[in-house]
């Protein structure tokens, strides 16, 4: 298993310099980019004209999503985007496929407890976080009747990585674009992306918004709105588990400076991670891990005694697990905080409230 996932990373990694190099390789896989390009857009054709069907939900559905191949931030997107929609007195639900979990085919309810292998690491990062019922499957139409049958109160789906899945029709798309853009601007497997930039929308809104960090969107992308993301106070993963509020963020920041740290992050983009500690002034030594990891061996070196994990990591660290192990090494669980813009909630709400 760790073979098969280090040889998954270096392919990854290959392909993705040969995307930022260009050259001949990049030259080769120009075909299959083009017969890509050409049956994305003749599925989408079918759909529009109805020889595909679409299944409708009896609520309105929003899908959050992207365009490129990789971590964008889809997953912080929608769990602000929960939280802001029950803020405004919406019960909304989670569907998601479960990237990771044993079974895909199967639908299974998100709880607490759960351990990740059963239904995925940001869907049980979600409902963690959220307390909405989310509801995995790699049908999402089918994970969101059921969750929808189990909860029928709720009045609002917001489906998890969804944009390409066209079978379910959806009332807003929300589409998340990160410091790459579009990439070198190929689809796959020449370039990052999933589907073309411009891709029409499949439901009756559809929003841009820009994860950048406060940098400028790259050139080339639809406008919309930028996203601000910051790095919550750094917890200890016992208390992250229990739910214990972190100590004042300078106070916990503080204390973690001029002590030499590990982080690790199992995430599409790691770097990001790694990059918003060291502006906190921590002192780090780095571990990427491929995105999903799923821990069934603890990846740290055993002269590792402080270790930042994201919280898509700590779903996998069972604490118990952990003192049992490795006894006295210390992890510090540090959530991402996403806000989402005013305009893009207002935006949201006015369209499902003119469903």
Same mark, same amino acid.
């Given at each position: ?31 299959? =980019? ?20 679409? $299944? ?26 929960? +939280?802001?929609?029950?803020? &405004? ?23 607490? #407890? ?26 999402? &139409? ?25 079978? %379910?029709?959806? *009332? ?6 990160? $410091? @790459? ?12 992306? @999933? ?29 919309? $709105? ?15 588990? =229990? ?6 963020? $300078? ?9 030499? %740290? ?6 599409? #983009? ?5 990059? =918003?500690? @060291?502006? #906190? ?8 891990? *491929? ?31 952990? &003192?049992? +192990? ?12 996403? #806000? ?10 006015? =369209?499902?409230? &003119?469903?």
């Amino acid at each position: 298993m760790a073979a098969a996932a280090e040889d998954a990373r270096g392919a990854a990694a290959r392909l993705e310099a040969i995307w930022q190099r260009g050259g001949a390789a990049q030259w080769l896989l120009r075909p299959l =980019a083009l017969l890509h390009a050409t049956l994305v857009g003749l599925r989408r054709g079918l759909y529009r004209a109805g020889l595909l069907r679409r $299944e409708h939900l009896p609520v309105p559905v929003i899908v959050v999503g992207n365009r490129v191949a990789g971590g964008a931030g889809k997953t912080p997107v929608t769990i602000a985007l929960v +939280e802001a929609l029950r803020a &405004a007195g919406r019960r909304p639900g989670i569907v998601s496929r479960g990237h990771g979990r044993s079974d895909l085919a199967a639908l299974h309810e998100v709880q607490p #407890q759960d351990p990740a292998a059963t239904c995925g690491d940001e869907p049980l990062l979600m409902r963690r976080r959220t307390g909405a019922p989310v509801v995995v499957g790699r049908d999402r &139409a089918a994970a969101a009747r059921q969750l929808l049958a189990r909860h029928p109160d709720t009045d609002v789906i917001v489906c998890d990585d969804g944009l390409q899945h066209l079978r %379910l029709a959806r *009332d807003i798309e929300i589409v998340v674009f990160d $410091e @790459r853009g579009a990439g070198n601007g190929w689809l796959l497997p020449a370039g990052p992306l @999933r589907e073309p930039v411009d891709a029409p929308p499949a439901g009756r809104v559809q929003l841009a918004v820009h994860n950048t960090g406060g940098a400028e969107p790259a050139p080339g992308l639809p406008p919309g $709105e930028r996203l601000q993301r910051r790095l919550g106070a750094p917890v200890a993963l016992a208390d992250w588990w =229990a739910g214990v509020p972190a100590r004042p963020g $300078e106070a916990a920041w503080a204390a973690l400076r001029g002590r030499r %740290l590990l982080a690790s992050a199992g995430t599409g #983009q790691p770097a990001r991670f790694f990059d =918003a500690l @060291r502006a #906190q002034g921590l002192d780090l030594d780095t571990l990427a891990l *491929d995105d999903h990891h799923g821990h069934a061996t603890l990846p740290w070196p055993a002269t590792a005694t402080e270790v930042l994990v994201t919280e898509k990591d700590a779903v996998k660290l069972d604490p118990a697990r952990l &003192a049992a +192990e490795r006894p006295g090494l210390r992890i510090h669980v540090v959530p991402l905080v996403l #806000q989402l813009p005013p305009g893009l909630i207002s935006t949201v709400l006015q =369209a499902l409230a &003119a469903r």
